[in-house]
């Protein structure tokens, strides 16, 4: 009847099913061996390429480095998918029409818009508030290729979204129009709604470093 | 001349149909399950024959023919799938987007679309007008509640029709010529009159579109329930269209249910119609709810559990019957309840033995010649074939004389009925006054206990409409908050003073109201189905 315990009944038979180790097998000392030398491997061809770059040999075989995050980041592919941000049209008002593709589209639906009336009818609809939850999306970039205005983007290469509390991995429009305004330590305003007009006298920042450029 | 009409049979996609003479071959490919795209026919309006898109092939004639103005003729042979008619329907649709904007993401038709519906089925993906587009005006409120968008329009003439021929006062009209032909209102005119929303159900595409429903919600998170509307008691059959996603998109229109309701076809009460009054009727259902049940017996107003209440109303009535004094004890039901609630009402009250039950109308309302009644109650019809006796005037005078202890109200406003002193001044008389109903206000408030009920879209059952016709309800909702349909809070007071009522559900409620009511016997829910049974006179 129920196929959840069907499946749990078909595992544990499974795990009887197991094969039994061999002698060879059972000494270990041949594991321990293998596994002592793909580390060494590691460590010995590091050692000789950082020596080797330094005397300016080997330059295009890479080697190990650890990342000094958060003062370093990693440079990132710029089609990674990373923390969304809206783009905007040139007066500063939300590109976005509100026409709720990506709403619809999200598998974690983790987005909500509230729509509103834009003065030009010929745009006619834009977001008054457009929140994303990030403690629920999965970064599908689903809503990225929903949108057929090109409003919804995830290339900010942020993907540092830690906070002390879920309400910290809440996106607001205002720091989904100026992606990385809003401080760590700020709770965001959810569900914050604003007319085209407060969409203009947005600050204008210009977009912070991105983090994850490496530089 | 009421002779019958010939039958005439012809051969649509190979399917050899029969129908009466006279009908156009739109129609007989609809019952040769053979359908052909339309958007200038309307089963209701005159036929208008502007929009060409129901071209079919018919065998002997060179050129395309439009289905919904050809009469069938006898033996004739239409074909609806063949090369030349799809090319031909496509040729069609591409002239008209030539000038239609790339609308859809703002568009609130999008999703139940007719030209994205038939564009996606016919359509050629690559479009060769090159030329640019006319512009027209945009987002116009063309009246209180019609949102007029002249680009996206297809000038089906539709719109124009249904003011002409159905609400017969001419508001719309189609000017210029070309390319620049619009729709729009009369010079000095707006789209003002009781029948005004229905413009944007015809309409197959978004260029009249509802003010109300404007990005309050996409179509497609809405469900539909079949109900009928509880504004005046015509009892136009309706769809409750409510947000699907409310568990999940919590921030749709402030997280109302309902979003909108629409006229649904039945012949014999609104057509395909209904009235603004009642389609935009629909507020009180999310808002200004009674949400709990509420003590104002002795001392400060508190909230309470439904035991509690039930079982202050139970001891009272308990303690008057031992007293033999349930002569003090009135009842006013309401005909906003179905004829389910009002039935096991008059049970649960015959069986105490209270014989002062009346039911009570609200107050009359605007009226046409069309549909809108002036009698607002959805269900009087139903209360007078149970037998129930009408007017609360006298049972309220009883109070103020300080002859009744006991007097339960159910849902009616009767400040609004008869005043706000009478209710007043009956409320001091009275030992306990109870009501029971859905909405916040006087009656409510002056009522010594509160029990919230279910409104109709949160309910099964029927109503019985100004002809005596009963239909059925479906529960669209879940009851608000704490609220509970009313027959079963009426089953609990039974349970409390012993009286032996307890119906599994609404089904069984009508198989017993059916079978012991002279008015309705023999009929049941399969019988009335969708399109509602008339009473025996
Ligand atoms: S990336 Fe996927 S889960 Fe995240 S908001 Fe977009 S559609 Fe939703
Ligand atoms: S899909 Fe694009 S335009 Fe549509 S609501 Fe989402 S971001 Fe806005
Ligand atoms: S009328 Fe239909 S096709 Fe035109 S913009 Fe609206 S939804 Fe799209
Ligand atoms: S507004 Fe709608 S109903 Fe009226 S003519 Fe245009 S498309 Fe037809
Ligand atoms: S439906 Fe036949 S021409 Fe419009």
Not at chain 1, 160 to 183: C, F, V
């Given at each position: 009847?129920?196929?959840?315990?069907?499946?749990?009944?078909?595992?544990?038979?499974?795990?009887?099913?197991?094969?039994?180790?061999?002698?060879?097998?059972?000494?270990?000392?041949?594991?321990?061996?293998?596994?002592?030398?793909?580390?060494?491997?590691?460590?010995?061809?590091?050692?000789?390429?950082?020596?080797?770059?330094?005397?300016?040999?080997?330059?295009?075989?890479?080697?190990?480095?650890?990342?000094?995050?958060?003062?370093?980041?990693?440079?990132?592919?710029?089609?990674?998918?990373?923390?969304?941000?809206?783009?905007?049209?040139?007066?500063?008002?939300?590109?976005?029409?509100?026409?709720?593709?990506?709403?619809?589209?999200?598998?974690?639906?983790?987005?909500?818009?509230?729509?509103?009336?834009?003065?030009?009818?010929?745009?006619?609809?834009?977001?008054?508030?457009?929140?994303?939850?990030?403690?629920?999306?999965?970064?599908?970039?689903?809503?990225?290729?929903?949108?057929?205005?090109?409003?919804?983007?995830?290339?900010?290469?942020?993907?540092?979204?830690?906070?002390?509390?879920?309400?910290?991995?809440?996106?607001?429009?205002?720091?989904?129009?100026?992606?990385?305004?809003?401080?760590?330590?700020?709770?965001?305003?959810?569900?914050?709604?604003?007319?085209?007009?407060?969409?203009?006298?947005?600050?204008?920042?210009?977009?912070?470093?991105?983090?994850?450029?490496?530089? | 001349?009421?002779?019958?009409?010939?039958?005439?049979?012809?051969?649509?996609?190979?399917?050899?149909?029969?129908?009466?003479?006279?009908?156009?071959?739109?129609?007989?490919?609809?019952?040769?399950?053979?359908?052909?795209?339309?958007?200038?026919?309307?089963?209701?309006?005159?036929?208008?024959?502007?929009?060409?898109?129901?071209?079919?092939?018919?065998?002997?004639?060179?050129?395309?023919?439009?289905?919904?103005?050809?009469?069938?003729?006898?033996?004739?042979?239409?074909?609806?799938?063949?090369?030349?008619?799809?090319?031909?329907?496509?040729?069609?649709?591409?002239?008209?987007?030539?000038?239609?904007?790339?609308?859809?993401?703002?568009?609130?038709?999008?999703?139940?679309?007719?030209?994205?519906?038939?564009?996606?089925?016919?359509?050629?993906?690559?479009?060769?007008?090159?030329?640019?587009?006319?512009?027209?005006?945009?987002?116009?409120?063309?009246?209180?509640?019609?949102?007029?968008?002249?680009?996206?329009?297809?000038?089906?003439?539709?719109?124009?029709?249904?003011?002409?021929?159905?609400?017969?006062?001419?508001?719309?009209?189609?000017?210029?010529?070309?390319?620049?032909?619009?729709?729009?209102?009369?010079?000095?005119?707006?789209?003002?009159?009781?029948?005004?929303?229905?413009?944007?159900?015809?309409?197959?595409?978004?260029?009249?579109?509802?003010?109300?429903?404007?990005?309050?919600?996409?179509?497609?998170?809405?469900?539909?329930?079949?109900?009928?509307?509880?504004?005046?008691?015509?009892?136009?059959?309706?769809?409750?269209?409510?947000?699907?996603?409310?568990?999940?998109?919590?921030?749709?229109?402030?997280?109302?249910?309902?979003?909108?309701?629409?006229?649904?076809?039945?012949?014999?009460?609104?057509?395909?119609?209904?009235?603004?009054?009642?389609?935009?009727?629909?507020?009180f259902i999310?808002?200004?709810r009674l949400?709990?049940?509420?003590?104002?017996?002795?001392?400060?107003?508190?909230?309470?559990?439904?035991?509690?209440?039930?079982?202050?109303?139970?001891?009272?009535?308990?303690?008057?019957?031992?007293?033999?004094?349930?002569?003090?004890?009135?009842?006013?039901?309401?005909?906003h309840?179905?004829?389910?609630?009002?039935?096991?009402?008059?049970?649960?009250?015959?069986?105490?033995?209270?014989?002062?039950?009346?039911?009570?109308?609200?107050?009359?309302?605007?009226?046409?010649?069309?549909?809108?009644?002036?009698?607002?109650?959805?269900?009087?019809?139903?209360?007078?074939?149970?037998?129930?006796?009408?007017?609360?005037?006298?049972?309220?005078?009883?109070?103020?004389?300080?002859?009744?202890?006991?007097?339960?109200?159910?849902t009616?406003?009767?400040?609004?009925?008869?005043?706000?002193?009478?209710?007043?001044?009956?409320?001091?008389?009275?030992?306990?006054?109870?009501?029971?109903g859905t909405n916040?206000?006087?009656?409510?408030?002056?009522?010594?206990?509160?029990?919230p009920s279910a409104v109709?879209?949160e309910?099964?059952?029927?109503?019985?409409?100004?002809?005596?016709?009963?239909?059925?309800?479906?529960?669209?909702?879940?009851?608000w908050?704490?609220s509970?349909?009313?027959?079963?809070?009426?089953?609990?007071?039974?349970?409390?003073?012993?009286?032996?009522?307890?119906?599994?559900?609404?089904?069984?409620?009508?198989?017993?109201?059916?079978?012991?009511?002279?008015?309705?016997?023999?009929?049941?829910?399969?019988?009335?189905?969708?399109?509602?049974?008339?009473?025996?006179?």
């Open positions: 009847m129920s196929t959840l315990g069907e499946q749990l009944l078909h595992r544990i038979r499974d795990a009887h099913k197991r094969r039994t180790l061999t002698w060879w097998e059972r000494i270990y000392l041949p594991a321990i061996a293998q596994g002592l030398w793909i580390t060494s491997m590691h460590f010995w061809r590091n050692l000789f390429l950082h020596i080797a770059h330094r005397l300016g040999l080997f330059r295009d075989q890479p080697a190990s480095v650890t990342i000094q995050y958060p003062d370093q980041r990693r440079i990132t592919s710029p089609r990674l998918r990373t923390r969304h941000r809206l783009t905007k049209r040139e007066d500063g008002t939300p590109r976005c029409v509100a026409c709720m593709m990506c709403e619809t589209v999200c598998p974690a639906r983790c987005i909500y818009i509230v729509a509103g009336e834009h003065p030009d009818p010929n745009v006619e609809k834009v977001p008054k508030s457009f929140d994303i939850d990030l403690g629920k999306c999965v970064y599908c970039g689903y809503c990225v290729e929903a949108c057929p205005e090109d409003a919804i983007r995830m290339d900010t290469q942020r993907h540092d979204i830690a906070a002390y509390s879920r309400d910290g991995m809440w996106l607001d429009i205002k720091e989904l129009l100026n992606p990385g305004t809003r401080q760590f330590n700020e709770p965001p305003e959810k569900f914050v709604q604003l007319t085209p007009s407060e969409f203009r006298q947005l600050p204008q920042t210009p977009p912070p470093p991105p983090p994850g450029t490496g530089r | 001349m009421a002779e019958t009409p010939k039958q005439i049979t012809l051969t649509i996609d190979g399917k050899t149909v029969t129908v009466p003479d006279g009908t156009t071959v739109l129609q007989a490919c609809e019952k040769a399950n053979s359908p052909v795209p339309f958007y200038c026919y309307h089963p209701g309006l005159s036929i208008a024959g502007n929009c060409r898109i129901c071209l079919v092939e018919i065998v002997g004639t060179p050129k395309l023919q439009i289905a919904c103005y050809t009469p069938a003729a006898n033996g004739m042979v239409v074909n609806t799938t063949s090369d030349k008619t799809l090319s031909g329907r496509r040729d069609v649709l591409e002239f008209l987007l030539i000038n239609h904007p790339l609308d859809c993401p703002v568009c609130d038709q999008a999703g139940e679309c007719w030209l994205q519906d038939y564009y996606m089925q016919h359509g050629l993906y690559d479009p060769k007008f090159n030329e640019t587009k006319q512009k027209k005006p945009k987002a116009v409120p063309i009246g209180p509640t019609v949102m007029l968008d002249a680009e996206r329009c297809i000038l089906c003439s539709r719109c124009v029709r249904f003011t002409d021929e159905i609400s017969k006062t001419g508001e719309l009209g189609i000017f210029n010529r070309g390319d620049h032909a619009e729709v729009g209102v009369q010079p000095g005119k707006e789209l003002n009159n009781n029948y005004s929303g229905n413009v944007v159900d015809i309409c197959p595409v978004g260029a009249l579109t509802d003010r109300d429903f404007r990005f309050k919600c996409r179509v497609w998170y809405l469900g539909a329930t079949n109900s009928v509307c509880t504004g005046c008691s015509r009892g136009c059959n309706i769809q409750i269209h409510y947000n699907r996603e409310r568990q999940w998109r919590p921030h749709i229109a402030n997280g109302e249910r309902v979003m909108r309701l629409k006229p649904r076809y039945n012949p014999d009460v609104n057509k395909w119609w209904m009235c603004d009054e009642g389609r935009y009727g629909y507020k999310d808002e200004n949400t709990q049940v509420q003590l104002r017996h002795q001392g400060a107003p508190k909230t309470a559990t439904w035991d509690e209440g039930v079982d202050l109303i139970g001891a009272t009535l308990k303690r008057l019957r031992d007293a033999k004094q349930l002569d003090q004890v009135g009842v006013v039901l309401s005909s309840l179905t004829n389910e609630d009002l039935f096991v009402a008059k049970r649960l009250f015959a069986e105490l033995g209270v014989r002062q039950v009346v039911f009570q109308r609200p107050k009359n309302g605007a009226s046409d010649n069309f549909l809108l009644q002036a009698d607002k109650s959805p269900n009087a019809k139903g209360a007078q074939a149970l037998g129930i006796a009408e007017s609360a005037e006298g049972l309220l005078e009883k109070a103020a004389k300080g002859q009744l202890k006991v007097l339960w109200v159910f009616q406003d009767l400040s609004t009925i008869f005043g706000e002193a009478k209710i007043r001044e009956a409320a001091k008389g009275l030992e306990l006054l109870v009501f029971q916040d206000h006087l009656t409510a408030q002056l009522a010594h206990v509160v029990l109709c879209a309910k099964d059952g029927t109503l019985t409409n100004v002809d005596g016709r009963v239909q059925r309800i479906h529960a669209a909702l879940g009851p908050a704490q509970r349909g009313d027959w079963e809070i009426m089953q609990d007071m039974a349970a409390r003073l012993g009286v032996a009522l307890s119906y599994p559900d609404a089904p069984a409620i009508f198989a017993d109201l059916a079978a012991r009511e002279p008015a309705f016997n023999g009929l049941s829910y399969q019988l009335i189905g969708d399109q509602g049974v008339l009473l025996k006179a």
